[in-house]
């Protein structure tokens, strides 16, 4: 089964009378560096009568000055007619990433090439070795990326970022904003990690759920979050109001609970930034967890519906969502990179204040943090 990504976008270049059949479809993009070359990686599936079901997967990619002379040299090398009406990743890799790709992005977009909701990635090392590797991944298991994506959104791992997240954020007083980490597992083999897909017997790696977050400022990558700092981002991420919260070192009397996991039903946040006597933001923050009872009585092996349990429960939940916040925090205080938006916060809500401010980059470090976090467990 080959994955087809669903995005509509401008097509390329185009011939009024070719049939689709005789096209070759873009589903990803990748682009590296390699000191002044752009290399363009992209993934086809390209129509043919000698498999079966008529298609096949190929990776090719080319280098070029900039993404002109890039996009005809892949043109030459298919054979075929390209068509990126399909293309709904874009994978960056590390090398171009920390010397900043928004020049690549902005041609693509404004020629109308790719959607301004295509889904950007990054990962450590070369993106062309990372598609060789995905390749081999989707010809394999009979999944693809896009399962992942949407796997590791569902489940709150991370935030989902766009070209147009990216832009937009990039050009927000705080300049700063994160991109999602893609990447094998390297000691395992088989369907996408953690959703029970897939055997041990592929020769494919496995293709790992999406847990960890870029630091991108000004354009240019900058650092990289840990799994519990990218939980803590994903909290500020309005749209990310669904998924799996699982509740740890849950203590209850003497006794503990090492998880329950629950699904998140609904979450609210909000930010309210205060330039008074010291800059101050107060995060308010609500959730509603539901108990995954089979789960959650097999794995704490108690009555999970207890009122002093649940009771336990909130509180913990409490005391992570604190903890990942602050973690989130802390590293992007580290990285001298506001991607928690508290800059952008100051100046929509302090408007006067915040013009006649010192140097606004120090917000990021001096700002107070004040919480109302409430969950509640049904």
Known sequence: MLIVFACLVFVFPARDNASIDD????????????????IMTIELIVATQKKEGGAELLTINSTGADCPEALA????MSGTEMELSHCGVMIIGEQLSKKGFSEHLDYLLSAGYISPQ?????????????MEKLNEFSMVNGSGLNDVINFSDKSAFVKVTSALNFLSETNLPSSSCTVPIVAFDG???????????????????????????????NGVRV???????????????????????????????EEK??????????????????????????IEVGFVLETQTRAAVARADKDINDAKIKKAMQKRAEEMVKERIERALTECRSFDCDALGLQNAFYKQSGKQYKFYGNK?????NVQIKYKINTKIV
């Open 187 to 217: 000691k395992a083999f088989g369907g996408i990690s953690g959703n029970g897909d897939g055997g041990g017997n592929s020769k494919a790696p496995m293709l790992a759920p999406i847990e960890r977050a870029a630091l991108f400022k």
């Open 118 to 130: 295509i889904t950007l990635l990054t990962c450590d090392g070369e993106a062309t070795e990372f």
């Open 223 to 253: 650092g990289k979050l840990s799994e519990e700092a990218t939980k803590g981002i994903t909290v500020f991420d309005k749209k990310s109001d669904s998924g799996f919260f699982e509740i740890s070192d849950i203590v209850l009397d």
């Open 257 to 282: 609970i090492d998880s329950v996991p629950t699904e998140i039903r609904n979450k609210s946040f909000s930010l309210k930034a205060d330039l008074g006597d010291a800059p101050t933001v107060t």
């Open 73 to 76: 040299n892949l043109a030459k």
């Open 23 to 38: 096209k070759a479809l873009v589903s990803v993009m990748a682009l590296d560096a390699k000191g002044e070359e752009l």
């Open 361 to 365: 980059e120090d917000l990021l470090h």
